[in-house]
Each structure stands twice: as C-alpha cells, then as structure tokens.
C-alpha cells in the first residue's frame, strides 16, 4: 500500500490508451478530444463530488500523492480525463476493426 | 439506495443520448463489453487495494466481487456519454 497506487494505476489506463493505439494505427485529434471532453468531465466530476458529499463512496488517500481539492483527491480528477482517453482509443478502434 | 437511483438515471441517459445520436450498434456493444470487462479487472484490483470505499448500504448490495454492480453503471455511463460526446 503506497502512494503511487492511484497515479500507477492512471498511468496503466494511459499506457493502453496509448498502446492499443499505436498497434490499431489510430489517431486522436488532441482538440477535438478536448471539445468532446469538457462536458463530459465537468458533469462526472460534479457527480463525484456529491457522490462523495453524500458518502456514496470515499478515498484510502495513503494510496494518493494527498492532494485533495474540495473533496476530490487530484488522481480522481485525473480520472475523469484519462478514462475518457481510454474509451475514446478503444471506440475508434473497434469502429475501425468492425466497421461502422 | 440512492447510488443505483444516480447511476441508473446516469446510464438511461446516456445510452438514450448514444442511441438518438445513431452510433452504430456493433462497436457500441464492443465499447460497452470492454470497458464493462477492464472494470472488472481494475476497478475490483484498486478497489481490493482500498483505492476507493464505497457504502454497501447506499447501493443494492450485490458486489461483483468487490466493487458495487451500480460501479459498473457508472463506468458504462462514462463510456457512452463520453462516444457521444465526441460523434457529435
């Protein structure tokens, strides 16, 4: 158990991402990544902090770097862009493997 | 109760705004299997880990094995909301 659990286990998804889309020769446009990203982030890390609020689920933050803003650790935070990366990776891949 | 009413509402939403986008049906189940199926793995491993902690009694108690099902919705919400965020 260890500081690093969270920010390894980000940077797992990140490394996927990236993986699965060099091996699927899959491009991710940084700005339309972006655009399609900001509601979608601003709405879950909403939820999260009144997840949170509401004691829906909380944080072992001995496995986090300790840095909270409000009620969220900023591996959390993190999440709710990395994730996204993920899925979007995954989605035009599979699009491009078994068509549209 | 009141994380499956949330997570619920979260992925009715967001799978009627997939389907009124008109993704295609067939990388759509593929998404959804496999973020279902990375959840599964690492979310339950962090999970395990103490990563997160969630209250069993605001849920409907099933654990699959150790993150709550209405985790999984979550996930699966994130997943379509965040494809038709980006077809659109």
Sequence with gaps: ???????????????????IANFAKVKIN??????????????????????????????GLQHMLGVVIYNQP???????????????????TVKKKIGK | MQYTLFATVALVLSAALALRAKLPHGPLLAL??????????????MAAAGLWQFD??????????????????????????TITSWER
């Design chain 1, 74 to 92: 900023i591996e959390e935070i993190a999440f709710f862009a990395v994730v996204p990366l993920f899925y979007v990776v995954v989605w035009e």
């Design chain 2, 56 to 81: 069993f009694s605001q849920t409907l108690g099933i654990a699959v094995p150790v993150i709550p099902v209405e985790n999984l919705l979550f996930g699966l919400a994130l997943a379509l909301a």
């Design chain 1, 30 to 59: 940084a700005g339309r990544f972006l655009k399609a990203l900001l509601p979608v982030f601003v709405v879950f890390v909403l939820w999260d902090v009144v997840a949170v609020a509401l004691g829906h689920w909380q944080f």
């Design chain 1, 1 to 19: 158990m260890a500081w690093f659990y969270y920010i390894g286990y980000l940077a797992v998804v990140l490394a996927s991402a990236l993986l």
């Design chain 2, 32 to 45: 959804s299997l496999i973020a279902a199926l990375s959840q599964l793995i690492f979310d339950n491993i």
